[in-house]
T-cell receptor, first 116, second 111 residues
Framework: EAGVAQSPRYKIIEKRQSVAFWCNPISGHATLYWYQQILGQGPKLLIQFQNNGVVDDSQLPKDRFSAERLKGVDSTLKIQPAKLEDSAVYLC??????????????FGPGTRLLVL | LAKTTQPISMDSYEGQEVNITCSHNNIATNDYITWYQQFPSQGPRFIIQGYKTKVTNEVASLFIPADRKSSTLSLPRVSLSDTAVYYCLVGDGGATNKLIFGTGTLLAVQP
């Protein structure tokens, strides 16, 4: 079974530029998550989709971050404009159904972003 | 909001059993306790999950006392490849009860 795919794996940009990350979840998984992981910290949930609807985006900085999941499959996360503090690893995960705490989340390898 | 507390780091030697304890005093009645493992440059990976008493799978055991205010992840006979960060997770108790990753426990296994 193919895992969660993410691209690019690495990205270096200058502050105030924009950047986009792509995620392809495991086939058939209804719920998709985007996490931000700053060095030395645990992942922080940015946004959770169930199919193509947003379940939770309470921790998404909406003035600069946006995400979409068209057709309930692939997803993109965008940052515009980027700030220095956005340097982090952006992880995508998916789970089979509704995303409750008892559901296993499968993580991709992440995209490492460096903002200069 | 539910919160977990774990040791920041632990050291062990190959072949030893390692027990990592996590406290979650405000766990919700219907919440599960889940442990993930993360290697450098990789996403977290599910290890084990339980609701109460003891759960065992091919890689670990999870012990949960009756009050469910803590849990202990047990790794039998660790090897160098078990060096990783281990996260204990419960729901945050909010509207969507999302999982909260703390800083985790960095387990360093030495030869």
């Amino acid at each position: 079974e193919a895992g969660v795919a993410q691209s690019p794996r690495y990205k270096i940009i200058e502050k105030r530029q924009s950047v986009a990350f792509w995620c392809n979840p495991i086939s058939g998984h209804a719920t998709l998550y985007w996490y931000q992981q700053i060095l030395g910290q645990g992942p922080k949930l940015l946004i959770q989709f169930q199919n193509n609807g947003v379940v939770d985006d309470s921790q998404l900085p909406k003035d600069r971050f946006s995400a979409e999941r068209l057709k309930g499959v692939d997803s993109t996360l965008k940052i515009q404009p980027a700030k220095l503090e956005d340097s982090a690893v952006y992880l995508c995960a998916s789970s089979i159904t509704s995303g409750g705490t008892q559901e296993t989340q499968y993580f991709g390898p992440g995209t490492r972003l460096l903002v200069l | 909001l539910a919160k977990t507390t774990q040791p920041i780091s632990m050291d062990s030697y190959e072949g030893q059993e390692v027990n990592i304890t996590c406290s979650h005093n405000n766990i919700a009645t219907n919440d599960y306790i889940t442990w993930y493992q993360q290697f450098p440059s990789q996403g977290p990976r599910f290890i084990i999950q339980g609701y109460k008493t003891k759960v065992t799978n091919e890689v670990a055991s999870l012990f949960i006392p009756a009050d469910r205010k803590s849990s202990t992840l047990s790794l039998p006979r660790v090897s160098l490849s078990d060096t990783a960060v281990y996260y204990c997770l419960v729901g945050d108790g909010g509207a969507t009860n999302k999982l909260i990753f703390g800083t985790g426990t960095l387990l360093a296994v030495q030869p």
